[in-house]
């Protein structure tokens, strides 16, 4: 039997998946409000600098991986017009809902597919970017996942990673503290649901740091990779290249 971590607790690799489904199947209509309360807002800001980075031009091909709610998805929409191309997708059916509708109330209509980022049912070198914000740290092996979107990539194409990191040396206790005391209150009274809130908290500490991300990025295939500290590092993005 393989195990794995869900937050600091051991599992089965077998039933990682189905518990993190279960989390955000939990989460999903409260998400994009506790997404506000909890980061104070500051989780905009940190998209919009991705979508920065990203620098899309019309006519570009776009994969949002765990693209829950569909933020990311709808900046880069506007950006690749019309003869572009960004599809949405994440393994989870509840979030993958709630994005879409948000879009269609929008008036803005994308293509969905409920995927496995381990298992991309693309074809290779099919996308100029490939974006996954708040999402790796849930996937079982990440290794596998890096390099499915690098296969996904054509040659000279972009992989943003963005993640909750390593937060500054100065700032840990402080974070610390409000994670594991005001993160899962938060979670109760706004969605109802304390103990996904602490295993959010827990899969943010068993997350690769910045350094270690940026090794499996080029392990990946990913020949140079930028790290951009976001808040001290509470977020870091990761923009690797494809060899």
């Not at 690098?150 to 972009?158: A, D, E, F, T």
């Amino acid at each position: 039997m393989s195990e794995t971590h869900f937050g600091f607790e051991t599992v089965d690799e077998q039933q990682k998946a189905s518990r993190v489904r279960g989390v955000f199947d939990s989460v999903a209509s409260k998400y994009d409000v506790m997404n506000d309360v909890m980061s104070m807002g500051l989780h905009r800001v940190w998209k919009s600098y991705t979508v920065g980075v990203a620098n899309l031009r019309p006519g570009m091909q776009v994969l949002d991986i765990a693209g829950g709610t569909g933020d990311l998805a709808r900046a880069f929409a506007r950006r690749v017009g019309p003869g572009g191309t960004v599809l949405l997708t994440d393994i989870n059916e509840a979030m993958l809902r709630q994005g879409r509708d948000r879009l269609l109330d929008e008036g803005l209509v994308l293509p969905t597919v409920i995927c496995d980022a381990e298992a991309l049912p693309f074809p290779n070198e099919r996308f100029d970017l490939v974006s996954v914000a708040f999402g790796l740290r849930n996937m079982t092996h990440k290794e596998r996942a890096l390099a499915e979107m690098c296969r996904v990539l054509k040659p000279g194409g972009r992989l943003l990673v963005l993640e909750f990191s390593k937060v500054a040396p100065p700032l840990a206790k402080a974070y610390d503290w409000y994670s594991f005391n005001v993160l899962p209150r938060l979670g109760r009274l706004i969605a109802g649901d304390e103990a996904s809130y602490r295993y959010l908290a827990e899969s943010i500490r068993m997350h690769p740091d910045q350094a270690t991300l940026k090794s499996m990025m080029k392990a990946a295939g990913f020949g140079h990779v930028d790290v951009h500290n976001l808040s001290a590092g509470i977020v870091a993005l990761h923009a690797g290249i494809k060899c």
